[in-house]
């Protein structure tokens, strides 16, 4: 087992060639290939990170998703963003998100402080 780091393309496309075999293959943890799977993907993860990062989401889409996935309405966000009114404002774009509003937010719905804020 030869591992070094993915510097190239050709790198990366190769440890996913072996990656993809090794999934296939369900190597036990601790054993030699199993080992090999999980450093392989580590640089794997690692390279995909610095060569195709995925930009942050809008703050008003990540809070209309939490909602889709809880199947939230616009009362159920009145304890996190006030009356509906409010509610409305903020998801159409036309209020901005309060600091109080961020944190309920990130604390009721674990949205990600820094997805709410717009600097992830």
Known sequence: ???????TEQDYETALG???????ADPEPGTPEGDELEI???????????HFPLPSPDPIEAIKFRMEQQGLSVPDMQPYIGNANRVYE???GKRA??????????AGLQIPAEVLIGTA
């Not at 087992?1 to 510097?7: F, K, Q, S, Y």
């Not at 509003?101 to 990130?106: G, V």
């Open 97 to 106: 998100l309060s600091l109080a509003m961020i944190r309920r937010l990130h």
């Open 18 to 24: 072996i990656v993809s075999k090794l999934v296939d």
């Open 40 to 50: 392989l993907s580590i640089l794997v993860e690692r390279y995909e990170a610095e």
């Open 90 to 92: 903020v998801l159409a």
């Open 1 to 7: 087992m030869e591992i070094r780091p993915l510097h």
